[in-house]
T-cell receptor, first 114, second 116 residues
């Protein structure tokens, strides 16, 4: 089956700093890739996704590019805000291209300080 | 947008008792729902896939007799933790598939279970 490796946190940044959270994967074929966000005490929300190689997913100022050469899907944001403090999960399908059953990375806690 | 409601959000129970957690899709029909358990330091583990009208499919290492899943309708799946023990204390999250293969996946807000 597929697998995902995500950088460990916590990541602590000052407001307006640049953010990168690394994510690499191993997979059969070229599955869709996802970033989910979990705010304190809540479930997960889809942040962005990319469905094929070289696609760039973006939402709320966050971006991630599907890089098949490096099997990576790193999450970036140019200027973080306190409200971005949350746990971020990289995800991909358990196997093949089935996007309905996902495997998640270990999550990276982001803490943004004013 | 599609909403998944999970109830209760928090529950405290005594060791040996059973606890039922509900997961409802409020504005769409969900043939398939998933149950996850979130461990300390955030890692999410898929416990089982719940299919309407049929038996759940459990992931390796998950005790099906301890974590009973029932998906009786297209909008409701329940997870019952039977004879709970302190090691079952965790954050349980459900998700519902809005449609078939490759459809969006929507998550509930989770249930914090504490077994004393």
């Amino acid at each position: 089956g597929n697998s995902v490796t995500q950088m460990e946190g916590p990541v602590t940044l000052s407001e307006e700093a640049f953010l990168t959270i690394n994510c690499t994967y191993t997979a059969t074929g070229y599955p869709s890739l996802f970033w989910y966000v979990q705010y304190p005490g809540e479930g997960l929300q889809l942040l962005l996704k990319a469905t094929k190689a070289d696609d760039k997913g973006s939402n709320k100022g966050f971006e991630a590019t599907y890089r098949k050469e490096t099997t990576s899907f790193h999450l970036e944001k140019g200027s973080v805000q306190v409200s971005d403090s949350a746990v971020y999960f990289c995800a991909l399908p358990f196997y093949g291209g089935a996007t309905n059953k996902l495997i998640f990375g270990t999550g990276t806690l982001l803490a943004v300080q004013p | 947008g599609a909403v998944v409601s999970q109830h209760p959000s928090r529950v405290i129970c005594k060791s040996g008792t059973s606890v039922k957690i509900e997961c409802r899709s409020l504005d769409f029909q969900a043939t398939t729902m998933f149950w996850y358990r979130q461990f300390p330091k955030q890692s999410l583990m898929l416990m089982a896939t719940s299919n309407e009208g049929s038996k759940a499919t459990y992931e390796q290492g998950v005790e099906k007799d301890k974590f009973l899943i029932n998906h009786a309708s297209l909008t409701l799946s329940t997870l019952t933790v039977t004879s709970a023990h302190p090691e079952d204390s965790s954050f349980y999250i459900c998700s519902a598939l809005e449609g078939a293969y490759n459809s969006p996946l929507h998550f509930g807000n989770g249930t914090r279970l504490t077994v004393t």
